[in-house]
Nanobody
Framework: HVQLVESGGGSVQAGGSLRLSCVAS?????IAWFRQAPGKARERVAA???????WYADFVQGRFTLSGDVARDTLYLQMNNLKPEDTAMYSC?????????????????WGRGTQVTVS
């Protein structure tokens, strides 16, 4: 069983930055950040596997950066040049077998999420 705890959300003005943290307890192969805005589907923002292979959604390329190490159970999402459309609940999710699913239903373990609001 894996538990995930996120932190670091908040309210910022457009162009600002936030750093989200996800700490996992228990073995994980892949940790991903998802976000969900009101009335919209949950979408994957970024993910990293235990080998360090990293994926980013097209809409965050060049603005968001993952750091940290899945093997050390901590992953950070640095978000720069935030836009109002980035406003959402951001959650980290974990998958324990050898790949990173691109869809939310592929992840069995979820944190409670942290709200990001950009005005």
């Amino acid at each position: 069983h894996v538990q995930l705890v996120e932190s670091g959300g908040g309210s910022v003005q457009a162009g600002g930055s936030l750093r989200l943290s996800c700490v996992a307890s228990g073995y994980t192969w892949c940790i991903a950040w998802f976000r969900q805005a009101p009335g919209k589907a949950r979408e994957r923002v970024a993910a990293r596997d235990r080998d360090g292979v990293t994926w980013y959604a097209d809409f965050v390329q060049g603005r968001f950066t993952l750091s940290g190490d899945v093997a050390r159970d901590t992953l950070y999402l640095q978000m720069n040049n935030l836009k109002p459309e980035d406003t959402a609940m951001y959650s980290c999710a974990a998958h324990v077998s050898g790949y990173c699913p691109s869809w939310a239903s592929g992840y069995a373990y979820w944190g409670r999420g942290t709200q990001v609001t950009v005005s």
